[in-house]
């Protein structure tokens, strides 16, 4: 057990997980909840107990969709998807990513883009009478140049290459 994991959360900007009440507000309200396993309020519980490698561990915590329903009924305003959010990044710094969410962001260093623009998108795309490249990194090379720049100032290319 982790006794100080709620108290580091906080200092991480989740300043009021510590008054979770426990209530179920937040899972009653999640639409992933409906189709998964997933339960916003035992996250919260596990925080609360310092089960944090438990936590970190946890496949379901990638299943929040970040629609915030949960975050804006908290009775207790706890900024739950902020805290899932800080709880995915200490994961994958951990290195309990998602073999496909580690591949997408592999994929987002080398291209500064989330979503393939290969053959088939960019023919999409003219059937929909738009450009076959975005207005993004594809058609920008040097925007590409400065999300890798970003990447590497704060380490993220490290973290998804597994050197950190």
């Given at each position: 057990?982790d ?7 906080e ?6 997980v ?7 507000t937040c ?5 992933s909840?409906?189709y998964a ?5 035992l996250?919260l ?5 310092g ?9 379901d915590l ?9 975050q804006?009924?908290?009775p207790r305003?706890i ?8 709880l995915r ?17 592999k ?5 500064g ?5 290969n ?8 059937e929909?009478?738009?450009?076959e490249?975005p ?5 920008f090379?040097?925007?590409l140049e400065?999300?890798k ?10 973290i ?5």
């Open positions: 057990l006794l100080s994991f709620a108290k580091t959360l200092q991480l900007g989740i300043e009021r510590l008054t979770c009440m426990q209530c179920g899972t009653a309200s999640c639409p909840g409906r396993a997933y339960r916003t309020r996250v519980r596990k925080v609360l107990l089960l944090r490698e438990e936590i970190l561990s946890d496949p990638w299943l929040c969709t970040t629609c915030y329903n949960c804006e009924r908290c305003k900024d739950v998807v902020d805290l899932i959010i800080v990044n200490m994961a994958f710094a951990a290195g309990h990513a998602r073999e496909r969410h580690v591949q997408i962001s994929f987002f260093i080398e291209t883009h989330l979503v393939p623009i053959e088939e998108n960019m023919k999409k795309r003219r929909l009478g738009l450009s490249k207005p993004t990194t594809h058609s090379p040097k925007a400065e999300v720049a970003l990447a590497s100032y704060f380490g993220f290319d490290k998804v290459l597994g050197e950190r």
